[in-house]
């Protein structure tokens, strides 16, 4: 038997779980879009992905894990996902920081595979759980991204007559409704452009709304 007939028959190589994870998840993300959370089946899945129906459960315990693993790559847990060393985020002037971690949410959510999710999200919230899933992720991210605007508010960065919490939501909900409402699955380059202008005029106002700038003499 040949070396690599028997590397078939053991566990796949790193390289060939990656490929297959993301047929899978790509397949997922192509059905969900087209029929639903609910109307997809493990079954289907698999057949889209061209790969045997046990090929899934080497990767995902179930249905609600890949689309579990989806929402957390695209959903609103994934601006928390894109930055999880809250330290070295808090070590960075709050500027730059919120910008950053904004415009890489948004080449997240304005990619053809953001926005397909975008409209799986609208219709099936956090899949399982619905709309209250998608609800409560949201509340978790915002609970976890609280860290650095504490620490920014405590240096006298930010200010503190609105608790960290909620200088989070000022910052993420409109950027919510922009992923929702303007990067839709056909939204043409014009649209993704205009939906940028927008993320700038909102970081640039929140940034003026809470930012402490020190005086100078």
Known sequence: ?????????????????QDTRRLL???????FAAKGYAGT???EIAKHAN???SAIYFHFAN?????????EEMGPPSLEALCPDLDVLTAMAP?????SLAWQLFRVWSSPRGRQFAGVVLRDGSGQEGAQGLADAIEAAKRR????????????????????EQLVWELMAPLDVIWFMRLRPDACDEEIAAAERLVQAH?????????IKEERS
């Open 203 to 211: 970081l640039d106002y929140f940034l003026a709304c809470t930012e």
């Open 41 to 43: 089946s493990v079954r």
């Open 51 to 53: 790969v045997h129906d």
């Open 145 to 164: 991204l609280a860290q650095p605007f504490e620490a920014w508010q405590a240096a006298g960065l930010l200010r503190t007559d609105q608790s960290a």
């Open 1 to 17: 038997m040949t070396t690599e007939g028997k590397r078939r028959r053991g566990r796949p190589r790193k390289d060939e779980e």
């Open 63 to 71: 249905k609600d894990a890949m689309y579990a693993a989806l929402f």
């Open 25 to 31: 998840l790509d397949a997922a993300l192509e059905l």
């Open 95 to 99: 500027a730059d920081a919120i910008r």
